[in-house]
């Protein structure tokens, strides 16, 4: 496991307060053209990983929706979900938590939809959303946002 993953909000902004030259120096940010930068998934994660540590996290849920990570675990592949989520879920479009949707808001914003329920391809919104919705962007009720999931 790296330090990156592991490393506690406060060590992790400690590891990133550092002037421009040094994150080029140490191939951390590469320059790029215009407003653009490109940086290392691992400076990356540095960065986002205090808040993809609130998310909330359900290991029940996570694999009982992901039979490929409960293969895993049962193989002895993965051995903490929770860790898999913050290192590859997240990067993946894997829904850490159950989100509600809201049925009939669904398939008034998205009509294909609708259409897929009534002619069986889709059992609900809920499916859907769980299945590829998430990951396509739509959102599961009004004002829904991924902060959503972050636990209080």
Known sequence: ?????TAKPKTCLASVAAP??????????????????VITRD?????LMPFLEKVKFD?????????????????????DLHEHYLRF????????S??????AYYARQYPDVAVAILENRAPSAQAHFEQVGF??????RPGWTFADLMAA
């Open 20 to 37: 421009y030259f040094e994150y080029l120096r140490e191939k951390k940010v590469a320059k790029s053209s215009g407003d653009e930068v």
């Open 98 to 103: 159950p989100v509600v949707v809201d049925g």
């Open 43 to 47: 400076f990356f994660m540095s960065l």
């Open 59 to 79: 290991a029940n849920f996570y694999r009982a929706k992901y039979p490929d990570l409960a293969e895993a675990e049962a193989r002895g592949v993965i051995t």
């Open 89 to 96: 879920g997240y990067f993946e479009n894997r829904l850490p």
């Open 1 to 5: 496991m790296s330090e990156v993953a």
């Open 135 to 140: 990951r396509e962007g739509r959102l599961p």
